[in-house]
């Protein structure tokens, strides 16, 4: 697989603040990767010196085979939605979009933007002044202006936050999709879950590096080697109980937490599952239900600080 | 307004022509310019009224060794001369800064190239410019049956200067709020202090002699070429500063 982008111990500087010291990183061609980290570790400002709206301090990158210092090269090839950008409100959804196509060096008809504005869930805002729009609608056609040009690589940051349910669902269909064309896209998000999903490999970021790397369940799965598994008895099991059962017992149980009515433990092994629940039930608990708690990727993030 | 625009430069080279076609029309949108507008039209038109029904006052001006173009034209030239910063500060004193204050510059920083953005919004304006003195020499070609080709240049190249110092002012000063003020305060005082530092021999208005256009405006001479050149430097600065700056 090729590499559409090539960092190299990129770092930024706001006055006397490091907010990335050295960002190693390459993301491949036709691959959805997925930036987070928690608020101010930097991602946009990442995505900013990619896409050129600020500066690098130092360090560099390669993006579509091409140097930063030529990145004007490439602008066309590369749809961005910035973290912040204000729209222009005079104008009308439509007219905008027509706008910033041309700019883009799209070349569409009238009638392929109205079909887009439907796509992204703006249908019947043609019309409409942008001034007029709500937070979510104004949202989506920023998205929508980062896909005009048919660009190959697609930068997108938070381009879920604040759309409701449905919406976000869309979103996430669409990346789908324009991976499916065989485009790349980078973004960001603080969901999760949405993450998982949708990116073939994940980026964390933090104390302005890249602090773990990998697909995700790769970074699922490395987290700990123990195996997390809920149980919920009756009577109810008490971690002090706990400690005495497994006192006697000839394999490592390690009490982890309780939720709600069920007490997630740790063991090393598959078969020390299986012991689990003969050791309860032969010490009386009705062993209701036995679960294994898979790890999700905000426990990798939490683990990840 | 979303019509009319050049099919033929949907190439990558070209793509400022969609940021100057936009700037050029917006121009015309705002109650302030369509009253600069009507502004000169209606002085070009009464100046020349005026000295068409008055031919005795061409023929003294003539006698006296006067070029009979500058009396149709002198009425509008100077007030381009008095007026000019302070209607191009009107019309386009935000025309960098507010893309920056509104984070809209973001939407076109990551399409094109930073100087286009500043070339093609400059030419823009300049073209509104181009167009608006041009209805008013029209008038006066109309009525004084001439057409003052060496006027309407220096006119041009008058504003040329102003446009580029204004746009200059927009990409120094982040505030759209505070170049509205200092349009205002230049507006009137850089037409003052130039054409007191043309007269004068006073050490500290040598810079203003040499820096400000009325200088370079007594005759149509090679001599005008130089506000060609300075309204290019500033021109020049504005992209290397944009080209420097975090949006
Ligand atoms: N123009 C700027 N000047 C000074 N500091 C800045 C500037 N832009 C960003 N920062 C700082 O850089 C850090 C990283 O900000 P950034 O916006 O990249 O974070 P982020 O990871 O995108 O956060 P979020 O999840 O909230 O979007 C923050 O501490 C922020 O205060
Ligand atoms: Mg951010």
Redo the contacts between chains.
């Keep these: 697989m090729k590499n559409i982008i090539n960092v190299a111990q990129l770092a930024k500087r706001f006055g006397t603040t490091d907010v990335l010291n050295g960002i190693d990183l390459t993301i491949q061609e036709g691959e959805v990767f997925g930036f987070i980290g928690h608020n101010g570790a930097g991602k946009s400002t990442f995505i900013?010196m990619l896409?050129?709206?600020?500066?690098k301090s130092s360090g560099s990158f390669e993006i579509i085979g091409t140097s930063d210092q030529q990145l004007?090269d490439v602008?066309?090839k590369?749809g961005?939605m910035?973290d912040?950008?204000?729209?222009?409100d005079h104008m009308k959804g439509i007219?905008f979009l027509?706008?910033?196509g041309?700019?883009?060096?799209d070349?569409r008809t009238k009638q392929d933007y109205i079909a887009l504005m439907k796509d992204i869930g703006l249908e019947g805002a043609e019309k409409k002044k942008i001034k007029a729009y709500s937070f979510g609608m104004k949202k989506k056609i920023s998205i929508a202006?980062a896909l005009l040009?048919n660009p190959s690589l697609i930068i997108l940051d938070e381009p879920t936050s604040g759309l409701d349910p449905e919406s976000a669902i869309n979103i996430r269909k669409l990346i789908v999709d324009l991976q499916q064309q065989g485009k790349t896209i980078l973004l960001t998000s603080h969901n999760l879950d949405e993450i998982d999903k949708i990116s073939d490999r994940v980026g964390i970021l933090s104390d302005g590096k890249v602090k773990k790397l990998g697909t995700p369940d790769e970074l699922k799965n490395n987290t700990s080697s123990e195996l997390s598994v809920a149980i919920r008895t009756n009577p109810t099991l008490t971690s002090q109980k706990l400690a005495e059962l497994s006192a006697n017992w000839d394999f490592n149980v390690q009490f982890v937490t309780t939720k709600k009515k069920y007490v997630v433990v740790n063991v090393p092994h598959d078969n020390d599952i299986a012991k689990l629940s003969k050791e309860l039930i032969h010490s009386g608990f009705q062993l209701f239900e036995l679960r294994m708690e898979q790890q999700s990727l905000e426990d990798v993030f939490i683990n990840s600080k | 307004m979303?019509t009319g625009?050049p099919e033929e430069f949907?190439?990558?080279e070209c793509?400022m022509v969609?940021?100057l076609w936009?700037e050029f029309t917006d121009s015309f949108k705002s109650i302030r310019s369509i009253l600069i507008i009507l502004f000169l039209t209606f002085i070009s038109y009464q100046s020349a009224s005026f000295f068409e029904n008055n031919p005795g006052l061409v023929e003294e001006f003539f006698s006296t060794g006067g070029a009979e173009s500058s009396i149709y034209t002198a009425a509008i030239s100077l007030i381009v001369l008095m007026f000019g910063f302070l209607f191009v500060f009107a019309i386009s004193h935000d025309i960098i800064n507010k893309e920056i204050e509104?984070?809209?510059i973001?939407?076109?920083?990551?399409?094109?190239?930073r100087w286009q953005i500043v070339i093609g919004k400059f030419i823009g304006i300049l073209l509104f410019w181009v167009v608006t003195i041009l209805i008013s020499y029209v008038i006066l070609t109309v009525i004084s049956g001439t057409w003052h080709f060496l006027d309407y240049l220096q006119t041009i190249l008058f504003l040329f200067y102003a446009i580029s110092f204004v746009l200059f002012i927009s990409t120094i000063v982040l505030k759209s709020k505070l170049t509205m003020f200092l349009g205002i305060i230049l507006g009137i005082s850089l037409p003052i202090v130039g054409l007191v530092s043309v007269f004068s021999d006073k050490w500290y208005m040598i810079p203003f002699k040499y820096l400000l256009p009325y200088n370079y405006m007594e005759n149509a001479s090679f001599s005008m070429l130089i506000l060609l050149i300075i309204g290019i430097a500033y021109l020049l600065i504005s992209v290397v500063i944009m080209r420097?700056?975090?949006?």
């Design positions: 900013n896409t050129g709206i600020i500066n004007d602008k066309a590369i961005v910035p912040i950008s204000n729209l222009y007219q027509r706008y910033m041309k700019l883009a060096g070349t202006q040009g | 979303d625009e949907r190439g990558g793509i969609h940021i936009r509104m984070r809209t973001r939407l076109l920083v990551t399409k094109i190239p420097r700056r975090d949006l």
